[in-house]
């Protein structure tokens, strides 16, 4: 019996690790791209990634300028669109381009990118995968890492964290704001959503009506719980990630086909680098109280 019950428990550890697609591409696939920092959303029951993009010869994050999106129905099989958005086309947006977020409401998909690393600019199509159109002609806000939610009820809301830009207390903390319903101006003011102080890479999902947040503080990703959308201040509960390999974690969560994933980068592969990121994901479980086990990093076996 005790064997029967080691050989169960050891076909599920396998069943768990075993189906990663990691990374999502390969340096040998046609068209592959070095693609990092993604802000996975689900559309029309499909999973897209909207990354920024590492050039094959960069040696930092100046060179970031454009952005990529992968495109999946069942996690297993990816279209690379490559290179859909180059700000830098328009007049306004130059500078450093880090992580981006896409929403969509009312018929519109939007395209939230930073340039010089904190002036937050959009962009919109009418379809996940563009083409896009300018969707202002100037910032609508500064923050660090733009991450767009749009709650049940159609309210939407912008999270990043005050890395670089001077908002509120001092330090690098979890902040949040309304946006209008015309997704491109802000209603209201930033709120400090965390006690704690966070370095960048802030990211937010619904699970049970409990709203989850996480960033990056250090080397690790931790996250926070609250009963509303922008709470003061929400509960930090520990670590969901540890430091992602040769790469400084970026990372976002959906929901897909009734299984929860977590998505990020990490520079230990495809010939990468600290600054030659490519994109992962990992099966998310919760437990039984709606906190989070921690994630385990996997690759595809060979």
């Known amino acids: 019996m005790r064997k029967i019950s080691l050989v169960f428990f050891l076909i599920v550890i396998v069943s768990n690790f075993s189906n990663a ?3 999502i591409l390969k340096k040998s696939d046609a068209g592959f791209i070095y693609a990092a920092d993604p802000a996975a959303e689900v559309f029309n029951d499909t999973v897209y990634v909207y990354t920024s993009r590492d050039v094959k010869n960069a040696v930092g994050y100046s060179t970031m300028q454009d952005y990529a999106v992968l495109e999946s129905t069942d996690l297993k099989k990816w279209k690379n669109h490559g290179v859909v958005l180059k700000p830098r086309e328009y007049s306004w947006a130059q500078g450093q381009m880090n992580a ?3 929403a969509y409401k009312n018929g519109w ?3 939230y990118f930073p340039y010089d690393k904190t002036h937050i600019g959009v962009a919109k199509s ?5 083409p896009w159109q300018e969707a202002v002609s100037d910032k609508i806000t500064t923050i660090f890492d733009p991450t767009v939610f749009v709650d049940d009820d159609g309210q939407a809301y912008i999270y990043g964290n005050d890395h670089k830009v001077n908002i509120g207390e001092p330090g690098s903390h979890i902040m949040g704001a309304k946006l209008k319903d015309n ?3 802000l209603d209201g003011p930033w709120v400090q959503l965390s006690k704690e102080k966070v370095n960048e890479a802030v990211h937010v999902f619904k699970r049970n009506n409990i709203y989850y947040f996480h960033a990056r503080v250090g080397k690790v990703t931790k996250y926070w719980m609250a009963d509303t959308p922008l709470p003061q201040y929400a509960t930090l509960k520990g670590e969901l990630a540890p430091d992602a390999p040769n790469a400084p974690n970026h990372t976002s969560v959906i929901e897909f086909k009734n299984n929860w994933y ?13 600054h030659k990121r490519s994109t992962c994901f990992e099966k998310m479980t919760f437990r039984e109280d709606n906190t989070i086990m921690p994630i385990i990093y996997t690759l595809e076996k060979k």
């Open 262 to 274: 977590f998505f990020y980068h990490r520079g230990d592969i495809n010939n990468g680098s600290f």
């Open 183 to 185: 997704m491109i101006e």
């Open 109 to 111: 998909y939007y395209f």
């Open 126 to 130: 009418k379809t996940p995968t563009g």
């Open 100 to 102: 981006p977020d896409v």
């Open 21 to 23: 697609q990691n990374p």
